[in-house]
């Protein structure tokens, strides 16, 4: 199904809606919120997790200039193009008061990309992040770069391969 078509659930059908990773996918976040609002019982929840697909640093290891942030920029870019946000993260909670939702209450974490946190908890969520990268950088450039903004395919790769040498790179502290 498409969840930015009207839903056919019956209204207040659902004591919780769990909606996760938004971004790049539908067109217009506010209004899809429109369909969870009326499934949802009196008294349910709905739950909403996003994330920033922009790479930075607190300790200034990766910088606005840096190839990370770069990165980031570019599909945030090519997804404007047609369409869609990759900036979902910044405006949830508004989506989801705009959309008639009440006591909303929003959390943000950052994240480590790497191994490279202190923290023992944290050093395992960053290990954990940048599997989940390596594993994703394909499928979330491939589109973008070849059909929106008509990269060659062996361009995209090598574009790839950098974004992956530098998540790896012990030198950079990334979080999102």
């Not at 193009?81 to 993260?89: A, L, M, R, T, V």
């Not at 395919?153 to 530098?166: L, S």
Request: glycine share 6%; with cysteine.
């Amino acid at each position: 199904d498409d969840a930015q078509k009207e839903w056919t659930f019956a209204p207040t059908r659902f004591d919780f809606i769990h909606i996760r990773a938004l971004l790049g996918a539908i067109t217009h976040s506010c209004a899809f919120l429109a369909y969870p609002i009326r499934c949802i019982k009196p008294g349910g929840w709905i739950e909403q997790l996003e994330i920033s697909i922009m790479f930075t640093s607190d300790d200034g290891t990766v910088a606005k200039d840096h190839f990370m942030a770069k990165w980031s920029q570019t599909l945030v870019d090519a997804a404007e193009k047609i369409g869609k946000s990759f900036n979902i993260f910044y405006h949830t909670k508004d989506y989801i008061s705009d959309a008639g939702f009440v006591d909303v209450v929003e959390k943000k974490y950052r994240m480590p990309v790497g191994p490279w946190s202190s923290g023992r908890k944290m050093k395992l969520h960053g290990q954990w992040n940048r599997l989940w990268c390596d594993a994703g950088l394909e499928s979330w450039s491939l589109f973008l770069l070849s059909k929106v903004l008509g990269w060659e395919y062996t361009e995209i790769q090598a574009y790839i391969g950098q974004m992956k040498a530098e998540i790896h790179s012990r030198k950079n502290h990334a979080c999102y």
